[in-house]
C-alpha cells in the first residue's frame, strides 16, 4: 500500500543538524506545503531566517505547532517531557506528533503523559548524523539509506505510523518499527557504547603523562583520530543520551568489560590464537556493515591520501 508523504503543515521544533536535515531533504522532495520552525535561541531563529529553508520561523513552541499536521521534536532528549507539555494545548486534533530522539523509552514516558488523545504519538530515530551540530550542519542527504527506527505506543493508530513512514522514505531512509525498549538495547550497544569508549579513549589520551598532547595529534592517524570525531559529538546530546538510557547503556557496559577482560588475559598469557579469532570475528562484521550498505568499501573512510611524484629514470 502507497501512502502520500506529504503534511500541509510541517513544524519543526529545534533546527539544528537533526532538524535542519529535515527541513533540507523535506523542502527538495516537496513533502510539506509549509514549513514552520523555531529554536530556543533568538541567534538560532535569525539564523534560520537567514538560511531561507523554511517558510516561517517563530519565537515559541506553541505558536510553532498551530495548525500544524506534523510536529517533530528535533531537540535533545530531556527537553522533550517539558515541551510537550508547552505544546499540547496549541495542537490541532489529528495531528501527528514525532521526535528524533537518540533513546526512545525515556522519551515516550517523558512526552506521552502531556499529549491530548486526539493526537497520534509516533516516536521516531534517524539513525544518521555527524559530529556537527546548529543550523548550519544540516544536509539533506544525510537520511539516504540510512534507518529511522518508529516506536509508537501500543494501540497507536496504524494510519498514522504509516504516514510518517512514508514521509521518512521520501527523505530517502530505510524505516523499521520497534518497541521502545528493544530500541534502546539495540542502540546501546550499536552506538551509545561506542560513543562511551571514544569519550573514555580520548579522555584517557589527553590526561597521559608520558606522551605528550602534540605527539597524540601528531600520530592520531594510527587509529586514534577515528575516535576523535566521535568523541567531538554534541556534549547536550550525548549527557541526555546516558542519563536516559542509564540501564541499557549499564548491561552492555557490563558486557563490554568482561569481554575486555578476556581480551586483557589474553595479552598477559601471550595467547595468540586467542586474539587471532577474536579479531577475524571482528573483520567479518566490518565486512558484513560495507556488505549491506551501511558504509563505504573505501580503504580508511574514503580519506585521499597523497601521491607521489613518479621520478623519472
Ligand atoms: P543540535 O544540532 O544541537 O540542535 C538542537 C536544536 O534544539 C537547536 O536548534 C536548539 O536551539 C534546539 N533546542 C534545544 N532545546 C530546545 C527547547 N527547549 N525548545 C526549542 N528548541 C530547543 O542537535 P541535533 O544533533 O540536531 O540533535 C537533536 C536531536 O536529534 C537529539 O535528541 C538527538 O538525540 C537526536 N539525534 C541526533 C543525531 C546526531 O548525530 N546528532 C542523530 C540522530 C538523532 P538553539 O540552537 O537555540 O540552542
Known amino acids: 500500500m502507497s501512502v502520500n508523504p506529504h503534511f500541509q503543515r510541517v513544524a519543526?521544533?529545534?533546527?539544528?543538524?537533526?532538524?535542519?536535515?529535515?527541513?533540507?531533504?523535506?523542502?527538495?522532495?516537496?513533502?510539506?506545503?509549509?514549513?514552520?520552525?523555531?529554536?530556543?535561541?533568538?541567534k538560532t531563529r535569525a539564523r534560520v531566517l537567514e538560511l531561507g529553508i523554511v517558510d516561517k520561523v517563530v519565537a515559541t513552541n506553541a505558536e510553532a505547532v498551530e495548525d500544524a499536521d506534523l510536529v517533530i521534536l528535533c531537540?535533545?532528549?530531556?527537553?522533550?517531557?517539558?515541551?510537550?507539555?508547552?505544546?499540547?494545548?496549541?495542537?490541532?486534533?489529528?495531528?501527528?506528533?514525532?521526535?528524533?530522539?537518540?533513546?526512545?523509552?525515556?522519551?515516550?514516558?517523558?512526552?506521552?503523559?502531556?499529549?491530548?488523545?486526539?493526537?497520534?504519538?509516533?516516536?521516531a530515530h534517524p539513525v544518521a548524523g555527524t559530529e556537527h551540530s546548529g543550523p548550519d550542519s544540516g544536509f539533506a542527504e544525510l537520511f539516504i539509506n540510512r534507518w529511522c527506527i518508529l516506536t509508537p505506543p501500543e494501540g497507536t493508530d496504524a494510519g498514522a505510523t504509516a504516514h510518517l513512514r512514508a514521509f521518512w522514505a521520501a527523505?530517502?531512509?530505510?524505516?523499521?518499527?520497534?518497541?521502545?525498549?528493544?530500541?534502546?538495547?539495540v542502540l546501546a550497544i550499536t552506538s551509545h557504547l561506542p560513543h562511551l569508549i571514544a569519550y573514555t579513549i580520548v579522555g584517557t589520551a589527553d590526561e597521559l603523562q608520558q606522551v605528550t598532547e602534540s605527539e597524540v595529534i601528531k600520530f592520531s592517524a594510527g587509529g586514534f583520530r577515528d575516535f576523535t570525531r566521535i568523541a567531538a559529538s554534541d556534549p547536550t546530546m550525548w549527557r541526555d543520551v546516558f542519563l536516559a538510557n542509564k540501564d541499557a547503556v549499564l548491561e552492555m557496559l557490563g558486557t563490554f568489560t568482561e569481554d575486555l577482560a578476556k581480551l586483557t588475559r589474553?595479552?598477559?598469557?601471550?595467547?595468540?590464537?586467542?586474539?587471532?579469532?577474536?579479531?577475524t570475528r571482528t573483520r567479518a562484521i566490518r565486512r558484513g556493515i560495507v556488505e549491506i550498505g551501511q558504509d563505504s568499501a573505501a580503504p580508511d573512510f574514503g580519506r585521499q591520501h597523497g601521491q607521489l611524484d613518479k621520478k623519472q629514470s
Not at 539544528?16 to 529554536?39: C, D, F, H, M, P
Not at 517539558?82 to 495531528?95: D, F
Not at 589474553?266 to 579479531?279: C, S, T
Request: net charge neutral.
Open 171 to 185: 527523505m530517502g531512509a530505510k524505516v523499521e518499527v520497534m518497541t521502545p525498549d528493544h530500541h534502546d538495547l
Open 266 to 279: 589474553a595479552i598477559r598469557r601471550g595467547d595468540g590464537e586467542a586474539l587471532f579469532d577474536h579479531f
Open 12 to 42: 519543526l521544533i529545534g533546527f539544528g543538524l537533526i532538524g535542519g536535515s529535515i527541513a533540507r531533504a523535506a523542502k527538495l522532495q516537496g513533502l510539506a506545503g509549509e514549513i514552520v520552525t523555531t529554536a530556543r535561541s533568538e
Open 75 to 123: 531537540i535533545p532528549v530531556g527537553a522533550c517531557g517539558p515541551v510537550a507539555q508547552e505544546i499540547a494545548a496549541h495542537l490541532k486534533p489529528g495531528a501527528i506528533i514525532s521526535d528524533v530522539g537518540s533513546v526512545k523509552g525515556a522519551v515516550v514516558k517523558d512526552m506521552a503523559p502531556h499529549l491530548p488523545k486526539n493526537v497520534h504519538f509516533v516516536p
